[in-house]
C-alpha cells in the first residue's frame, strides 16, 4: 500500500527543470526524513537523494531534494534524456511502524 | 565492494510457500549496522517495501508490513551471511520482482535509506 502520494507523471523537454512532490502526514514526511529513489527499466532502484537533500556520491547535482511540513520535492534540473525513470519517495512512518513509499511519478523526456 | 543476491524459484503454484534467500558478500548482516530489507514491484505497480531483520552477533529481530498479516516471515543465517523470505498461501497477487536490499537507518529511524540493491528475482506465482 502506498501512502505517500506522488503525481503519476510529470515531463518536460531536455535542459528543462522539473519538479515532483511527494505528500505525506505528520507520522512520516512530518517527523522523519525523506528519501529518493530512481528506478530505470529493467534496473534495480537507486538511491538517489537521501536526509531529505543529500547526494551519495556519484548523482549529479542536478537532482536536488526539499522537504517542508508534511512534504517533499525532488527537482531535476537540465533535464537528461537518461533521467526518464520512475521515481519514488519513502519515509518511515512512526504510528504505522513500517517504511511507507510513494505512488511513484514517471518522468518523461519529450 | 558490497553485493546482495536473490535466490530462489522463479515459479510457485498458489497456496504454496514462496521463499527466497539473499546472499550477501562484502559486508556482514550481523555487524548490527544496517537492516537487510525486502522489497517487491508487482509488474505495472508501485514498490512495496516487505520488511527487514536486523541482526547483532546472534540476535536477530524482524520487522514486517503488517498488510501481509502472519503470511511473511523473514529469517537470517549468520554463518552463511544470508538473511531470507518466506511468504506463505501465494497467490497471483504475490507474482512480483522481489529485491533484497541494504539499508542504513538513523536512531528511531529518522532517517531510512537503502543504498545497496540486488538486482531482483522475478517470482511468479
Known amino acids: 500500500q502506498s501512502v505517500l502520494t506522488q503525481p503519476p507523471s510529470v515531463s518536460g523537454t531536455p535542459g528543462q527543470r522539473v519538479t515532483m512532490s511527494c505528500s505525506g502526514s505528520d507520522s512520516n514526511i512530518g517527523r522523519n526524513s525523506v528519501t529518493w529513489y530512481q528506478h530505470l527499466p529493467g534496473a534495480a532502484p537507486k538511491l538517489l537523494i537521501y536526509i531529505d537533500n543529500q547526494r551519495p556520491s556519484g548523482v549529479p547535482d542536478r537532482f536536488s531534494g526539499s522537504k517542508s511540513g508534511t512534504s517533499a520535492s525532488l527537482a531535476i534540473s537540465g533535464l537528461q534524456s537518461e533521467d526518464e525513470a520512475d521515481y519514488y519517495c519513502t519515509s518511515w512512518d512512526d504510528r504505522l511502524e513500517i517504511l511507507v513509499l510513494g505512488t511513484g511519478t514517471k518522468v518523461t523526456v519529450l | 565492494q558490497v553485493l546482495l543476491q536473490e535466490s530462489g524459484p522463479g515459479l510457485v503454484k498458489p497456496s504454496q510457500t514462496l521463499s527466497l534467500i539473499c546472499t550477501v558478500s562484502?559486508?556482514?548482516?550481523?555487524?548490527?549496522?544496517?537492516?537487510w530489507t525486502w522489497i517487491r514491484q508487482p509488474a505495472g505497480k508501485g514498490l512495496e517495501w516487505l520488511g527487514h531483520?536486523?541482526?547483532?552477533?546472534?540476535?536477530?529481530?524482524?520487522t514486517h508490513n503488517y498488510s501481509l498479516g502472519r503470511r511473511i516471515t523473514m529469517s537470517a543465517d549468520t554463518s552463511k551471511n544470508q538473511f531470507s523470505l518466506t511468504l506463505a498461501s501465494v497467490a497471483a497477487t504475490d507474482t512480483a520482482v522481489y529485491y533484497c536490499?541494504?539499508?542504513?537507518?538513523?536512531?528511531?529511524?529518522?532517517?531510512?535509506?537503502?543504498?545497496?540493491w540486488g538486482r531482483g528475482t522475478t517470482v511468479t506465482v
Open positions: 531483520i536486523y541482526a547483532r552477533g546472534t540476535s536477530v529481530t524482524s
Open positions: 562484502g559486508d556482514s548482516i550481523s555487524s548490527g549496522s544496517h537492516d
Open positions: 536490499v541494504r539499508a542504513q537507518r538513523g536512531n528511531y529511524y529518522y532517517y531510512h535509506y537503502m543504498d545497496v
